[in-house]
Structure formats: C-alpha cells, structure tokens
C-alpha cells in the first residue's frame, strides 16, 4: 500500500506542476488561541502538599492555501514549540508541545467530484467517533442535496510486521469510511457514515477490528436548535493485543459492542445561547 500512495501522490504532482504557478492564487491566514488550567488533587489527596497544577498554554496554527486552476495545496502548521506558560507541579501536566504539520494534502476539483490525498483533518458527525488528522485518499461527490465521501484512512503504519512491531501502538492499521451528508432544507440536516477499521499483526492476518454506524440530525426551527447523533459500534479485539479477562487462552478473540445517544437543544435568548 506505501508503493501505491508514493505512485499516487507523484502523479497528483505531476498535475499540479503541469500548469503554470505563476498565476496562483495564495490566502494565508492564521488562528491563535490561548487557554487557562487550573487542576486540583491531581493525585486523589486533597490536603497534599503541592498537589495542584496551574498554567497556559497556546496553540497558533498557520494556514495557507495555494490554488492554481483545478487544484488546491493546503498546508496548516501547527506552532507549539514552547513550553506552557507557568512551572506545573505535577509531572506531566504541561509538557513541552513540539511544532508539527497539522495538515497538508492536495483537493483536486473535477466537474462532478472532488479529489483529496494527504494528511486531512476528519470530521465524522458530531467529532464523538473521528475528529482529527490522517493520511487518506478520499473522493467527495457533492450532489444537489446529498454529499458523498469515500476515504482510505492510514491510521498506523510500523516500519515492519515483524515480531518486534506488535506493541499495541505499533501496528498496521488501516480504515474505510462512507460518509453522508443529506441537506433536504437549508434548516435540517441529516448524516449517515460507515468506518471499518482494523489491525494488522506479524504475518499478514487481521486482528482486531472495528465498526461504527453512525446517525445524525440537525435542525433549526426559528429560534430552537436540536443536535443528535447515535452511533452503534461492534468489532472483535484479540487476546493476543488487549489480553481481556474474558478471554480464555492466547488465541481467544473477544466481540464486543455498544452505543453513543448525543441528544442537545440550544436557543437564543435575546443576546444569550442558552443550551
């Protein structure tokens, strides 16, 4: 699969450099935010000595946007190379944030689809499953009341399969989702996604894996608000990677299921949102 996505990225380039960069369009803009902790008995006993932690941190992303006929480059760096503001007391609470790339992937539009390869923060419904960044190749089909994305997801992937790569962070792990955005109003929004995901051990086998349903809805009328969202999750996990009680023998898989119900209504009162 790394061989197909380098294939593939190398093509998109050569379809961006074929066309002149000279008259490319560039927007940068940039988002600084910063936010105040304040913890107490950060280690269960009230009365201890120093057992609180208060400090700040920031985050600046810097985003910028090169389009250039049919294709779009989008990059978002994401600069915390700090340390929070204050001396925590807890260690731990406050560590040292590293500047990395947040995101940076290529959208292709043709006539009738759109066409993204890099790493792309994804969103599915209301965030509760999936709302952060991965390598995907995804396609988006927006049609007059219905949008429909299609994503191959790297969520993990080791150097090797081999039997010093199967450390539970340290496994192959790819994803498939199906996601549905229906807008019949301009007041009423509905969704509906399917993501597979799974992980691969030492000789190619599938081990554990995970499926998710999930339904939302989004409405407004007049001055009310309702959000929903039920999502209904099942998959297998081995004994041989989380080793549960209720698993019998280094061979056993364990199946397993549950649910997430998100129900909130919100209003405007006067020059408030209450919620």
Request: aromatic share 8%; proline share 3%.
């Amino acid at each position: 699969m790394k061989k197909f996505l380098n294939l593939f990225f190398a093509a998109v380039l050569i379809l961006v450099s074929a066309e002149s960069l000279y008259a490319a369009d560039l927007k940068v803009n940039g988002e600084y935010r910063v936010r105040g902790y304040s913890y107490s008995s950060v280690t269960g006993q009230d009365y201890g000595q120093g057992d609180s932690a208060d400090y700040i941190d920031q985050r600046f992303l810097l985003t910028g946007t090169v389009t250039q006929g049919m294709t779009s480059g989008i990059a978002e760096l994401d600069l915390n190379d700090s340390k929070p503001w204050g001396d925590p007391a807890n260690p731990g609470y406050g560590a040292k944030l590293a500047s990395k790339v947040h995101q940076a992937y290529l959208n292709v539009t043709f006539a009738n689809a759109n066409l993204m390869a890099g790493k792309r923060n994804i969103q599915l419904g209301h965030g509760i499953i999936l709302n952060d960044t991965a390598d995907n190749i995804a396609v988006r089909i927006p049609l007059q009341m219905l949008s429909i994305d299609l994503a191959y997801l790297k969520l993990n992937e080791p150097d090797s399969l081999t039997n010093t790569h199967l450390t539970t962070n340290d496994l192959d792990r790819n994803g498939f989702l199906i996601n549905l955005g229906i807008k019949p109003t301009d007041t009423l929004g509905l969704g509906l996604f399917l993501i597979s995901d799974s992980r691969k051990l030492a000789g190619g086998f599938d081990n554990d894996v995970q499926n998710v349903i999930g339904l939302t809805l989004d409405g407004q009328m007049g001055p009310l608000g309702v959000v929903f969202e039920y999502d209904h999750i099942g998959g297998t996990a081995s004994n041989a990677l989380t080793a549960p009680t209720a698993c019998a023998g280094a061979a056993a898989t364990c199946n397993y299921k549950g649910q997430n119900i998100l129900l909130a209504a919100h209003a405007n009162v006067g020059v408030a949102e209450v919620g």
